[in-house]
T-cell receptor
Framework: AQTVTQSQPEMSVQEAETVTLSCTYD???????LFWYKQPPSRQMILVIR??????QNATENRFSVNFQKAAKSFSLKISDSQLGDAAMYFC????????FGAGTRLTVKP | ETGVTQTPRHLVMGMTNKKSLKCEQH?????MYWYKQSAKKPLELMFV???????ENNSVPSRFSPECPNSSHLFLHLHTLQPEDSALYLC??????????????FGSGTRLTVV
């Protein structure tokens, strides 16, 4: 099964600035999908963005974008113009036959 | 609500108790999942059901017993748990286990405390 590593347990960003969350993964499969999920204090996991491994173009969703480096097995999330509502746990995940998650990064947004 | 509802939201149980967690989805999905979320650890996939059939059991102790009576409902029966089983238990669903590429839809979880 694939493994996912998030090396930053905590990150902090000033409101309106940009922050990048890191993620690396390991899989022997050639066809897979990558995701970033957000978990606010309400505990519900919310899908932020997804990337298809066979697509070279980086996915973008409004203020959220990814830097997908397939050869390096890296999948970082960039949040632009950070807002107070972005404060949450962020989980990177990889899907082949099932979805595996990293340990998460807690993002704090300072006003 | 997200479309995936979990009850109860909080549960405190003794080690000798028997309790059940419930998950319900009305998204028309055919695959459902149980995950365990412990602090500072990756989410652990416990069980996978596809079209009501269990397709994956990730070496979960027998004190956790899943049940999937239909594609909309998933239960996790608990008995003789240990304090280390205290965690957030998340339920998720997807169209089917081979079509999760649009992501899973999660519930808000049950916070379980074993005393």
């Amino acid at each position: 099964a694939q493994t996912v590593t998030q090396s930053q347990p905590e990150m902090s960003v000033q409101e309106a600035e940009t922050v990048t969350l890191s993620c690396t993964y390991d899989t022997s499969e050639s066809d897979y999908y990558l995701f970033w999920y957000k978990q606010p204090p309400s505990r519900q996991m919310i899908l932020v963005i997804r990337q298809e491994a066979y697509k070279q173009q980086n996915a973008t969703e409004n203020r959220f974008s990814v830097n997908f480096q397939k050869a390096a097995k890296s999948f970082s999330l960039k949040i632009s113009d950070s807002q107070l509502g972005d404060a949450a746990m962020y989980f990177c995940a990889a899907l082949n036959f099932d979805m595996r998650f990293g340990a998460g990064t807690r993002l704090t947004v300072k006003p | 609500e997200t479309g995936v509802t979990q009850t109860p939201r909080h549960l405190v149980m003794g080690m000798t108790n028997k309790k059940s967690l419930k998950c319900e989805q009305h998204l028309g999905h055919n695959a459902m999942y149980w995950y365990k979320q412990s602090a500072k650890k990756p989410l652990e996939l416990m069980f996978v059901y596809n079209f009501k059939e269990q397709t994956e059991n990730n070496s979960v102790p027998s004190r956790f017993s899943p049940e999937c009576p239909n594609s909309s409902h998933l239960f996790l029966h608990l008995h003789t748990l240990q304090p280390e089983d205290s965690a957030l238990y998340l339920c998720a669903s997807s169209q089917d286990s081979g079509q999760g590429n649009y992501g899973y839809t999660f519930g808000s979880g049950t916070r379980l405390t074993v005393v």
